[in-house]
């Protein structure tokens, strides 16, 4: 079986090491001219049992990540203390493992070549044109992250998933050289929650000598709006310098519920450009990972690529991708829900609920990992209790959770197998649900 991988992404590269181990003839082409280029150079946040899941090593330079604190929109902070934190990990060292990883296995990466679209024929996927010229294959797998322009070149009756313009998060993030001499911030990690009352996040990381700072909104980012934030950052901690160390890049990031359809005759997405990160969380790394293996399991069974390429990358068994990614994934629909409400809800509730005890330690670390909330009536009462004249501001949380549990029971009711009908009746229903729409 012959693949062509487009984009170097996390997931595509896992997907190249596991398919060629599996006997596939693999390329990678990734627009990058080399490693060193690649994305950025940073450290993210991982939950460090990813690694064994995917019987990786951990990515040498890995550290433990410290607690975050947020920041409510009325100024009033709360602290996190996680039981069991996730570690940061140097980007580029994950790159440079994952790279080793897949040529070890046998697959081919093609730098500094770019994918404009795909080769279609009779309703599917069997090639890609890359830098002019047509290259065939029997999987086009797509790793290109979410603006893949792969994605966006496939016809519309191949129904795949495209974002709305309030499903991406646009964010500028850089490392900014400390003050000499300023006072140490009282909190290392902190997270700001609708930062100057807009729709996202900004956050500030002491690393060393330099500030990993980020702000990012939903649907868009201007440079005013982003300077502001900037500015108000400098304000609460003095120390965040004017000089770049490195970094300050603008990304988008996708905040939406995986894609309903990730896959087409000969075509299958992977990580960000099947939507795969925590809605405002991001969790992106191990999702792209879990989505490459998910994925090989699909197409080489008991790890070998078989003689049946054409039956193994049909709509029907690739389907079978899909339906274990809704398996996996389908809390992130429930936390889609609770991001589209939560950035609904006026500051004064949001700082009620993350500045008062109505929410426990325990139940702040599940939301921030990505785990929605259930509350039985006992528990609501409890914290009508607490809330004392502000319970009826719970009264929005309580239907919100009540939505993400649905939502996370549709999207667990995925049809197992492919029928178009039946598709799409589900997927009607499951974007009505987390859209709120009637
Ligand atoms: C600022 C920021 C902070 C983040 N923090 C975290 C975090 O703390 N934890 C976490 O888990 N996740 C985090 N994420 C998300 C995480 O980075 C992504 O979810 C993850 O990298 C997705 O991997 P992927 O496999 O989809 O591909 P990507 O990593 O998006 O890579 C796509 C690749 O495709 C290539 N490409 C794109 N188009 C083409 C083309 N047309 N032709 C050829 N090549 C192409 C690109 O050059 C790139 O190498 C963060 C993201 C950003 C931007």
């Known amino acids: 079986m012959k693949i062509i991988i487009v984009g170097a992404g996390i997931g595509g590269l896992?997907?190249?090491?596991?398919?060629?181990?599996?006997?596939?003839?693999?390329?990678?082409?990734e627009r990058a001219a080399d490693a060193a280029h690649m994305r950025y150079d940073v450290t993210d946040d991982v939950d460090p049992s990813i690694f064994d899941r995917c019987g990786l090593p951990v990515p040498h330079g890995s550290f433990p990540k410290r607690d975050w604190t947020f920041v409510a929109p009325g100024g009033g902070v709360r602290e996190m203390h996680e039981a069991a934190p996730d570690?940061?990990?140097?980007?580029?060292?994950?790159?440079?493992?994952?790279?080793?990883?897949a040529e070890?296995?046998?697959?081919?990466?093609?730098?500094?070549?770019?994918?404009?679209?795909?080769?279609?024929e009779d309703g599917r996927v069997v090639g890609v044109k890359v830098d002019g010229e047509e290259a065939y294959a029997d999987l086009v797998i797509d790793s290109a992250g979410m603006n893949s322009a792969l994605k966006a070149s496939l016809p519309g009756e191949m129904k795949i998933t495209m974002h709305d313009d309030d499903e991406k998060?646009?964010?500028?993030?850089?490392?900014?050289?400390?003050?000499?001499?300023?006072?140490?911030?009282?909190?290392?990690?902190?997270?700001?929650?609708?930062?100057?009352?807009?729709?996202?996040?900004?956050?500030?990381?002491?690393?060393?000598?330099?500030?990993?700072?980020?702000?990012?909104?939903?649907?868009?980012l201007n440079?005013?709006?982003?300077?502001?934030?900037?500015?108000?950052?400098?304000?609460?901690?003095a120390g965040i310098g004017a000089k770049y160390e490195h970094g300050q890049t603008f990304f988008n990031i996708p905040v939406r519920f995986p894609a309903t359809r990730a896959i087409a005759p000969g075509y299958a997405a992977l990580g960000d450009a099947a939507y795969l990160t925590i809605p405002m969380l991001g969790s992106g790394i191990a999702s792209a990972l879990i989505s490459a293996h998910l994925l090989a399991e699909c197409v080489a069974p008991n790890h070998t690529c078989g003689d049946d390429a054409l039956g193994m990358t049909s709509i029907e068994n690739l389907w079978k991708?899909?339906?274990?990614?809704?398996?996996?994934?389908?809390?992130?629909?429930?936390?889609?829900?609770?991001?589209?409400?939560?950035?609904?809800l006026d500051d004064a509730t949001l700082d009620l609920i993350l500045t008062s005890d109505v929410l426990?330690?325990?139940?702040v670390c599940a939301l921030a990992k990505g785990r929605t909330l259930s509350f039985g009536v006992g528990d609501l009462l409890s914290k009508a209790i607490k809330a004392g004249r502000h319970a009826f501001k719970l009264l929005p949380i309580a239907a919100i959770l009540r939505r993400a549990k649905k939502a996370i029971s549709v999207a667990e009711n995925i049809p197992k197998e492919f029928d178009a009908a039946a598709v799409d009746a589900w997927e009607r229903k499951l974007n009505k649900i987390v859209k709120g729409e009637r």
């Not at 060629?20 to 390329?27: I, L, M």
């Not at 070890?104 to 279609?120: D, S």
């Not at 426990?360 to 139940?363: G, L, Q, S, V």
């Open 223 to 237: 440079i005013g709006d982003m300077n502001k934030r900037l500015e108000a950052l400098r304000a609460d901690d």
């Open 14 to 29: 896992e997907a190249a090491r596991l398919l060629a181990y599996a006997g596939a003839e693999v390329f990678v082409v």
């Open 360 to 363: 426990t330690n325990e139940e």
């Open 87 to 101: 570690i940061s990990v140097n980007r580029r060292e994950l790159d440079r493992m994952l790279i080793i990883g």
């Open 321 to 344: 991708y899909q339906v274990l990614l809704y398996k996996t994934f389908a809390e992130h629909c429930g936390v889609d829900v609770m991001k589209r409400g939560v950035l609904s």
């Open 104 to 120: 070890k296995a046998g697959a081919e990466i093609v730098w500094g070549v770019e994918c404009e679209g795909a080769i279609v």
């Open 169 to 220: 998060f646009a964010v500028f993030r850089a490392y900014l050289k400390r003050n000499e001499g300023a006072e140490e911030p009282r909190y290392s990690d902190k997270v700001y929650l609708k930062h100057l009352g807009e729709k996202g996040i900004s956050w500030v990381i002491r690393r060393g000598d330099a500030d990993d700072v980020l702000i990012g909104a939903v649907g868009g």
